[in-house]
């Protein structure tokens, strides 16, 4: 069965303290991997796509790595405006359909 | 430019009744998709539409339905509700079936 599971369920850091959020996955076929952040009463937006193991994105201070069995997400010197929940979701290659773990709620504090 | 847009924002029914949703895509995005996520969960996907066919269907009972109409906007009707229907539901666009997904900022439903 195609499964995609995030750890930890809920992390809370101090300001500038660096982390690192898991997605593993156990798919039949990947034909991507996506990351989003979710503000409370908001959709997911959009971070990050990886297509390959090794492959890395960076955007501020966030970074997603990819290995062939789990996703990374290192968040360096976070700021109280990081704090929401992150999703973590698997494109399979036999369809165009999205496989969502349950994400991680990060919470900064000042 | 607009994202996409839902509407209602809140709702709240009683159980056995109906409910319908809305959902603006993107202005140029010709595919919808409708998930399902419950509080603590990640999003459910429920159906995919493009081009008015439907592209893809998740695993839920047949008193979820959806369709899209020319302008590409969608509507996602619910019958007979339960309480385990109460969740935020999701619209989200894209240019073509496995496009990167632009979502709106959901639909609550809440069954008493």
């Known amino acids: 069965e195609d499964q995609v599971t995030q750890s930890p369920e809920a992390l809370r850091l101090q300001e500038g303290e660096s982390s690192s959020l898991n997605c593993s996955y156990t798919?039949?076929?990947?034909?991507?991997l996506f990351w989003y952040r979710q503000d409370p009463g908001k959709g997911p937006e959009f971070l990050f796509t990886?297509?390959?193991?090794?492959e890395e994105k960076e955007k501020e201070r966030l970074k997603a790595t990819l290995t062939k069995k789990e996703s990374f997400l290192h968040i360096t010197a976070p700021k109280p405006e990081d704090s929401a929940t992150y999703l973590c979701?698997?494109?399979?290659?036999?369809?165009?359909?999205?496989?969502w773990g349950a994400g991680t709620k990060l919470i900064i504090k000042p | 430019d607009a994202g996409v847009t839902q509407s209602p924002t809140h709702l709240i029914k009683t159980r056995g009744q109906h409910v319908t949703l809305r959902c603006s895509p993107i202005?140029?995005?010709?595919?919808v998709s409708w998930y399902q996520q419950v509080l603590g969960q990640g999003p459910q996907f429920i159906f995919q539409?493009?081009?008015?066919?439907?592209?893809g269907r998740g695993n839920f009972p047949d008193r979820f339905s959806a369709r899209q109409f020319p302008n590409y906007s969608s509507e996602l009707n619910v019958n007979a509700l339960l309480l385990g229907d109460s969740a935020l539901y999701l619209c989200?666009?894209?240019?073509?079936?496995?496009?990167?997904?632009?979502f709106g900022d959901g639909t609550r439903l809440s069954i008493l």
């Open positions: 979701a698997v494109k399979l290659s036999s369809n165009y359909q999205l496989i």
């Open positions: 798919v039949s076929g990947l034909r991507g």
């Open positions: 990886l297509y390959s193991a090794g």
């Open positions: 202005s140029g995005h010709k595919s």
């Open positions: 539409y493009y081009e008015k066919e439907e592209r």
């Open positions: 989200a666009s894209s240019l073509d079936v496995g496009g990167l997904l632009d």
